[in-house]
């Protein structure tokens, strides 16, 4: 099999791909077998019929065209693989000819052409030419306070007190909530802690001063259920008050709840927790901060069909139809991130990042809990759905930002360095410090040969049209973003913005461009 790759763009490839009559006979008795099995041929049990019978009976050209529909996509996934391009889109085919598959001396092929949308070249910027500033960090004695207060908390005994429930009592209740005479929920036996706020808007307030064999009531918006957002009256029946009685911060305290002898060893160490706390947290905008920055500095094009297919697909999971306006508007929000995933998946394989399957399920675990899920349903649903691949790539993405993060100059807002190894850890042993080289110069896209021909032809026409010294050191928009292209085109005259539209239409031809520059 042939393959010849030609860059229409940046990011886009046209794929011609030739399969000879020797190669594809495979595949074409593979067909005739299977087609076999569905016609009646008398003399010959289902399937058992040799080929030339069954290409007398049912024609060789449906045999051929059901043979070029089994294998197209197995011919094309060895084209991509061969000539290294990724893949950004669904593929557009044209076969250009098929086999004539006459015998040992055939020398006909299947020929068939492909375009798609393809990852750009992208140039990795070295992480460690970029500063990221994140938050100082001081632990203080209240921090400690607070950590020593919640283990206290942990080791707390509830007593029963004959008085008013105040904040931080814990009441044990039954409720009712009725949406006019209609009981929508209830709970019996329940324990709550006032303050937690974790239940009914209102509740908080109203059980404050209750007592033990109390019925307190209030109004409140229901927060999930059938009856989500409307408003109920709600019953709450007080059985009982308890306050938590928290055990004395001593030497005793410290030998139950820890491997310490004494209190103030184990402040020392709630320090350290905290100090741990506080510089995971440290981190925590210094990830976006820095992958904003590269991906400033990369500036590579992103492919316009795949940003379509995404927002197609968008519009569809809202049940939308397409051209709906609210593509538009997601647009600027789709782009940013597919160039924040291209960008991170390069560093990803730079860095030789490994995902494990323990990190991997560590991690679906970890998403379940943020989308309030069972941990084996999702993973199960993943699985199913086919979006494991999806996650490992997110997993991979986000450990391609810590391992860049750690070569790039952190300091906190008093000018500190922040030793990012010790928040996170050493480097995993499989990763390695990629090569980072110069920026290369921006060079023009490739074109198909007929292409080229046709975009020669039509310059040369307009160059004739007029003078050369019109244009003289006009605004080029094929040497700028498009940011920068729409902010010259403001401060310009209509003949102007004519111009700058032609000459993008002309050059670089990026869709996004010409409807801003169209409307």
């Known amino acids: 099999m042939k393959q010849i790759v030609e860059n229409i763009s940046e990011t886009r490839a046209k794929l011609s791909v030739e399969v000879p009559a020797e190669e594809f006979d495979a595949d074409y008795d593979k067909a005739a077998k299977e087609l076999s099995k569905q016609v009646s041929i008398p003399g010959f049990r289902a399937g058992k019929a040799p080929r030339r019978v069954v290409e007398s009976k049912i024609g060789r050209g449906y045999i051929i065209e059901q043979a070029i529909n089994d294998n197209l996509d197995k011919y094309y996934q060895v084209a991509v693989k061969e000539t290294g391009i990724v893949p950004m889109s669904r593929p557009e085919v044209e076969i250009n000819e098929v086999p004539e598959m006459k015998g040992k001396d055939d020398t006909s092929a299947l020929k068939f052409t492909v375009e798609v949308d393809i990852r750009p070249e992208i140039w990795m910027p070295n992480p460690a030419d970029f500063t990221v500033e994140v938050p100082a960090v001081e632990v203080t004695d209240a921090d400690v306070e607070a950590e020593l207060e919640a283990l206290r908390e942990r080791f707390a005994t509830l007593t029963t007190v004959d008085r008013p429930a105040a904040e931080g009592d814990y009441v044990n209740i039954d409720l009712v909530a009725k949406i006019g005479e209609e009981e929508v929920d209830d ?287 006009a605004f080029d928009p094929a040497e700028h973003k498009v940011d920068e292209v729409l902010a010259y085109v403001e401060g310009a005259d209509d003949a102007e913005k004519a111009r700058v539209l032609e000459a993008e239409k002309n050059g670089k031809a990026r869709k996004t461009l010409i409807s801003k520059l169209e409307a």
């Open 187 to 473: 709970v019996a036996g329940v324990s709550y802690r006032i303050g937690d706020g974790n239940m009914l808007e209102g509740q908080d307030a109203a059980l404050t001063g209750a007592t033990a064999d109390s019925t307190v009531e209030f109004t409140a918006k229901l927060a999930g259920g059938e009856h989500e957002g409307e408003e109920a009256e709600v019953t709450i029946t007080v059985h009982s008050v308890k306050e938590s009685v928290l055990p004395d911060a001593d030497d005793d305290f410290a030998q139950i709840a820890s491997e310490f002898d004494t209190i103030a060893e184990l402040k020392d160490s709630l320090r350290e927790t905290a100090q741990k706390t506080k510089a995971d947290s440290q981190l925590s905008g210094a990830y976006q901060a820095l992958v904003d920055q590269l991906i400033e500095a990369s500036d590579f094009p992103l492919p316009e069909g795949t940003i379509e297919e995404e927002i197609a697909n968008h519009l569809r999971s809202e049940g939308k139809e397409e051209g709906d306006p609210h593509g538009e508007e997601v647009r600027g929000e789709i782009e940013e991130s597919l160039r924040s995933q291209l960008l991170l998946d390069t560093y990803a394989q730079a860095f030789k990042v490994n995902v494990g399957q323990e990190e991997l399920v560590e991690f679906l675990v970890t998403q379940a809990q943020m989308y309030g899920m069972d941990p084996n349903q999702f993973i199960q649903a993943a699985v199913s759905t086919g979006q494991l691949n999806a996650f490992a790539g997110e997993l991979a993405r986000n450990k391609a930002i810590m391992a860049a993060l750690r070569l790039a100059q952190v300091k906190d807002a008093n000018g500190n360095a922040v030793d990012v190894d010790a928040i996170l850890g050493d480097r995993p042993e499989n990763e390695v410090v990629p090569e980072f080289t110069a920026k290369p110069a921006k060079k023009a896209p490739a074109k198909a040969a007929k292409a080229e021909k046709a975009d020669k032809a039509e310059k040369k026409a307009k160059k004739a049209e007029a003078p050369a010294a019109e244009n003289a050191g």
